[in-house]
C-alpha cells in the first residue's frame, strides 16, 4: 500500500497513543497486592491524570487471577475516566511468548483495542508506550511525545516505499527522553539519572498492524531494536527531567540509596508541580505500610521465578493445543494421545498452582 500525498498529511496528525501499564503481575495475595495498588494512587495515576494532554488511552493490565476485591479497587480509582481501561489477562492461558519482551501483553492489550472499537481503522499507525505502576511522567509528556509524532512522522512517511521486503509494512519512531530522577521513596533521597529508554521513557510508533509496540524489546536495547526495525531514534533533552524512577522496599531490581541526596523540602512541590504526585498518599503509603530501614537492595529473583513459569505453563498450553488436535484426527493411537494429553495437562496444573503460590 503507497500513500499519496493527502493520505501522508492525514496520517501525520490522526494516531492514537496508547499507554500501557502492568499492575500486580505474579502478585496473587490480596493484602500485599493492595498495597501496590495504593502505591499506583499515591504516584502514577495521579501523575497520568494530571498531565497536560489527555488524547490517549490507558491500558492498565492486571492479572485476572488476582482477588476480585483488587479489581474492583482498580476498576473504582479510574472511574469516571473514559480514556482509561481495565485489561485483565489470564496468564494461564498464554501460548506464544517470546523471551526480552512483552510482545504477549501488547497482543492481549491489541485484541482489547479491536474488541472495545478504541480505533477504527487497524492499518492506522499508533504511539505506544510504558509506565510501570510506581512511576511518574513530567506532566509535560505525552504532550511533547504527540508534538513529535505529529512533526517527524511525515518524513518517515516518504522513506517507507524504500524500505526493504521484511520492514516495508512499515515506517516508525522510537522516541526517548534520557533525564529523569530516581527516587528513594523511603529514604527520602533523590538523585538525577540520565539514561536513554529507561523503561517509562519508551515510545513506540508504528503501525497498528505491525505488532510492534513499545512492548516489543527489553528496555535496556531499544537503540539497537530501533537499528533492526530501522526506525528513526528521537533522544530529546529536556529543561527539565520527564521521568521519575521510584525505588521502594517492593521493587526487585538492585537499588542503593547512599548515591542520592537528601530531598530539599522545596522538592515537594516539584514532585507535586512537574510531576503530578500526591505527597499526602505518598505519606500514608509510607504510613500504613512501614518500610524495612534499609539503604540498599539487592536483586530479588521472584519476579523472574514469575515469568520463567509464565514461559513454561505457554509452552505446555502449545503442547496440548497439538495432543488435543492429534486425539481427534488420529483415533488409531487414541489411548496413547489420552495418556499423553492427561500427562501433558498434569505438568501445568502443577506450573500454574506454582505461580499463584505466594513467593515474596
Not at 493527502?6 to 499507554?19: L, R, Y
Request: with cysteine; charged share 25%.
Amino acid at each position: 500500500m503507497e500513500y499519496g500525498e493527502g493520505e501522508t498529511s492525514k496520517m501525520q496528525v490522526e494516531f492514537s497513543h496508547f499507554v500501557i501499564t502492568r499492575l500486580g503481575f505474579g502478585i496473587y495475595d490480596e493484602a500485599r497486592l493492595n498495597k501496590m495498588i495504593d502505591l499506583f494512587a499515591a504516584v502514577t495515576l495521579p501523575s497520568i491524570k494530571n498531565q497536560t494532554e489527555q488524547d490517549f488511552f490507558w491500558l492498565i493490565v492486571v492479572d485476572n487471577a488476582c482477588a476480585e476485591a483488587n479489581k474492583k479497587k482498580i476498576f473504582s480509582l479510574i472511574a469516571g475516566h473514559d480514556n482509561y481501561y481495565c485489561v485483565p489477562i489470564d496468564v494461564t492461558k498464554l501460548s506464544n511468548v517470546r523471551l526480552a519482551c512483552f510482545d504477549w501483553v501488547w497482543d492481549h492489550c491489541q485484541a482489547f483495542i479491536l474488541e472495545n472499537s478504541l480505533i477504527e481503522d487497524p492499518e492506522e499507525y499508533v504511539v505506544t508506550s510504558i509506565i510501570d505502576a510506581d512511576d511518574a511522567w513530567n506532566r509535560e509528556v505525552i504532550a511533547t511525545v504527540n508534538q513529535l509524532v505529529a512533526r517527524n512522522m511525515p518524513a518517515a512517511f516518504e522513506r517507507l516505499n524504500t524500505r526493504g521486503t521484511w520492514l516495508r509494512h512499515s515506517v516508525g519512531l522510537t522516541i526517548t527522553f534520557p533525564d529523569g530522577y530516581i527516587w528513594f521513596m523511603s529514604a527520602k533521597k533523590i538523585w538525577p539519572l540520565k539514561n536513554e529508554f529507561r523503561s517509562m521513557s519508551v515510545f513506540a510508533v508504528a503501525r497498528f498492524s505491525s505488532g510492534i509496540s513499545a512492548c516489543s524489546c527489553r528496555h535496556t536495547q531499544w537503540r539497537k531494536y530501533a537499528e533492526i526495525l530501522e526506525f528513526e531514534v528521537i533522544s530529546l533533552p529536556c529543561k527539565e527531567p520527564m521521568w521519575i524512577y521510584s525505588r521502594h522496599d517492593e521493587t526487585v531490581e538492585s537499588w542503593n540509596a547512599m548515591q542520592g541526596m537528601q530531598m530539599p523540602a522545596s522538592f515537594d512541590d516539584r514532585l507535586q508541580n512537574a510531576f503530578g504526585i500526591d505527597l499526602e498518599k505518598v505519606d500514608k503509603w509510607l504510613s500504613d505500610y512501614p518500610p524495612q530501614k534499609i539503604i540498599e537492595k539487592r536483586f530479588n529473583p521472584s519476579a523472574a521465578v514469575q515469568y520463567d513459569l509464565m514461559f513454561r505453563i505457554a509452552i505446555w498450553n502449545r503442547k496440548i493445543q497439538v495432543l488435543e488436535k492429534n486425539s481427534i484426527s488420529n483415533r488409531a493411537d487414541a489411548e496413547q494421545s489420552t495418556d499423553a494429553l492427561a500427562q501433558a495437562r498434569r505438568e501445568r496444573e502443577t506450573l500454574i498452582r506454582e505461580l499463584q503460590r505466594e513467593r515474596r
